[in-house]
């Protein structure tokens, strides 16, 4: 009988302190907690979120710009060294020119041959290699 008696609707709803009463307790409190800071966490999220966007747009900002500047630099080298190499083209002209070897020729006092003149030069065959080891392995040994 005693069992029946613990077991009955009216002593089971007025129970206190049971383990369900305590764990739903601190449910409801962690539930209360977490619906407390929701909005928080969702300001901190958004604000990150944003910061993080514009840094990245900062940086990409950044290297355009940097570019740009290397672009520049390259373009004012380009221009140096096209001028450098047109008045080095002009310079070379200038020193192959026929007008002025005749001139320095003539200051040497150096004249045109009056005939020409063909030497045919005679070349000996080059000397033979002596043979070594056996004659099919030569192309092997060398």
Do not use: C, K
Not at 86 to 99: G, V
Request: charge should be positive; aromatic fraction near 8%.
């Amino acid at each position: 009988m005693i069992a029946q008696e613990l077991f009955t609707d009216e002593a089971i709803s007025t129970r206190v302190g049971t383990r369900s009463g305590r764990a739903r307790a601190a449910l409801r409190r962690r539930r209360t907690i977490a619906r407390r800071y929701r909005s928080v966490r969702f300001v901190i999220l958004a604000v990150v979120t944003f910061t993080v966007v514009v840094v990245g747009y900062l940086g990409l900002l950044e290297r355009i710009t940097q570019m740009n500047y290397e672009r520049a630099v390259l373009a004012q080298t380009q221009a140096r060294l096209e001028d450098d190499t047109e008045h080095l083209e002009d310079r070379l002209q200038q020193l192959q020119s026929r007008e002025r070897l005749a001139a320095f020729a003539h200051r040497l006092s150096m004249r045109d041959p009056g005939t020409f003149a063909v030497a045919t030069v005679r070349t000996d065959p080059a000397p033979a290699e002596p043979a070594q080891g056996l004659a099919f392995l030569t192309g092997w040994l060398r």
